[in-house]
């Protein structure tokens, strides 16, 4: 009879229940965004068919593994006594390392602070012992104690000492349930995930000093940059980490990811749980549209490649070797999604200084030569009056930009054309291979804009470095600078906050961050805020660099356009 009953209804009254559920479904889309639900479930039934072959477990780590592999620095010209010297040093600070991870896995959290310690306080008297003041002479020491100042270094630059060492304590001071978790994803095989890990570190050292025991979980990536990368049936390692992060209760939010390749495919399992996501990396234009980040959890405190964009092209506007209609040479990669992103917002700009749209050529670095079967030649930059050469994080890209620059540096006509990177170029070691001249061949020629660099002016900018030396013992970057402004909000808000702290929360409070409700930056003499819509950093502006070589002939370094003296690229 119910089944009777319900048919004798529904014939009757089919109009009135189609137009109620009509009703109930259009609600349901406009209110509660179940456009977002209906492509999520249809993402989950796909997913649930790819296969994976990382495994979460082994590309994260809050201090029971390494996941960077660093590998002690090789100088060729030192002798072979230093070398001998060098490494015994190393294999003792990497042992102590092994066993602060070994007892953090017994859960021996204190004996692990203890050897973490132990590792800090003897590279910290080191340094102390041998670092002679205010000298740009580097050999004044004895060949084994130069080794161990060296080696002392480079083992407080390794950002998980410091992290896995705040998490053990941590993990010491709050059996009640007191600490706040985030995690932080980067790629661990690029130096890039080295410096934002070592802006986290100072950030997460401070935290503590507050009151505030932040608990920090590190993820690798990979920069999706696997054998299967172009496999859309295979879930990739972002992806992996993502459903991972978003399914820990525990995770607060995220710093991260470097590469926007990597965050684009990520963000969809970061919006379904209200995770906020900071990133101090991933410029791709208009990514919280382009990666349906539905719940707008998505922000970063580096600008885009709008902007970045924009900077580039205004520096050709005024560069008074172009002539009205200048021929541009454009590379780029177009499956690359940073790459493609600034090649798009370039071409944009550009045409705003050229009365010609058809002035420039482009060319895709993953098509237009294979670098294995081909060698570059002259024509591919005869008719160019300027270059603008974008490459994404991967080597492949990076190799093929450093050819280009290399020719141009040879090339007998076109050696003092303009030529504008990609900020990716900034940490490309391009320069290992040339010779003082080539070198010297860049200086304000070669110009790259980036968001932050450490001889910007401002208070906030001298306190950082001298906060970030005593940590690493070495110079900060940009990406390091944003890490650590991206890591020292959050706390900023954990520290604030006089209720339970969730996912929402936190959300919430970035999102005040607009207009008069910006915060003053702890990086530069900028305020911080975010764009209500995209999530982007509005406030900050950007630096153009130049290559300038060192007066103590360690290498070449980047300084800011305006500030260069031609006698930092002519002292030997």
Known sequence: WIFSWTYFLIRRYWKLISGILFSIIVIWFFLFNGFAQCYFWWLDARDYFKPSSFKPEFLTSSGRMSLLNLQLPVDKEKSQTYEEKANEKWKFYQDLKKDGMKKFNEKNYQESLNVFDELIKDADTIIKKYTK??????????????????????????????????????????????????????????????????????????????????????????????????????????EVIAKHLSENPKVLAVVGHYASSSTCPALRFYTRKFIPVISPSSTVYGLRSQCFDFNKVFFRTVTSTKNEASELSDYLKNESSLSNNPHIYIYYQEKDKFSFSLFEQFKEALNNISNDQNTSK?????????????????????????????????????????????????????????????????????????????????????????????????????????????????????RTALAYESTSLLVDILNKSEQKVTRRYIKNELEKMVGSES???????????????????????????????????????FCILEKCKASSAENS
């Open 133 to 238: 003041p205010n000298s740009l002479d580097q050999d004044y020491l004895p060949v084994d104690k130069q080794a161990f100042l060296d080696v002392a270094k480079e083992a407080l630059r390794d950002p998980e000492v410091w992290l896995f060492r705040n998490n053990a304590k941590v993990y010491e001071n709050t059996s009640d349930g007191s600490s706040f978790t985030i995690a932080v994803v980067v790629p661990s095989n690029d130096a890039a995930g080295r410096h934002i890990l070592q802006g986290v570190a100072l950030a997460q050292n401070e935290a503590i000093d507050r009151g505030v025991y932040l608990n920090v979980i590190i993820a690798d990536d990979k920069n999706n940059d696997t054998n299967n990368k172009d496999d859309k049936d295979t879930m990739q390692p972002s």
């Open 362 to 478: 482009t060319f895709d670095l993953s098509k237009a030569f294979d670098m294995d079967k081909t060698t570059l030649d002259n024509s591919q930059i005869d008719d160019a009056d300027g270059l603008a050469i974008f490459s994404g994080a991967g080597s492949n890209g990076l190799n093929k930009a450093k050819k280009i620059i290399e020719l141009s540096i040879k090339h007998k006509s076109k050696n003092n054309i303009p030529i504008v990177g990609s900020n990716t170029l900034y940490f490309a070691n391009l320069f290992d291979e040339l010779n003082e001249d080539e070198r010297k061949n860049l200086y304000k020629r070669f110009v790259i804009a980036v968001d932050w660099h450490p001889d910007i002016d401002g208070e906030e900018v001298k306190n950082f470095k001298k906060s970030i030396n005593s940590l690493i013992h070495g110079e900060a970057n940009f």
């Open 519 to 557: 915060k003053r930056s702890k990086v530069s003499s900028s305020s911080l805020g975010f764009d209500s819509n995209t999530g982007d950093q509005n406030q900050f502006s950007k630096s153009l660099v130049t290559p300038a070589l060192q007066s103590n002939k360690s290498g070449i370094r």
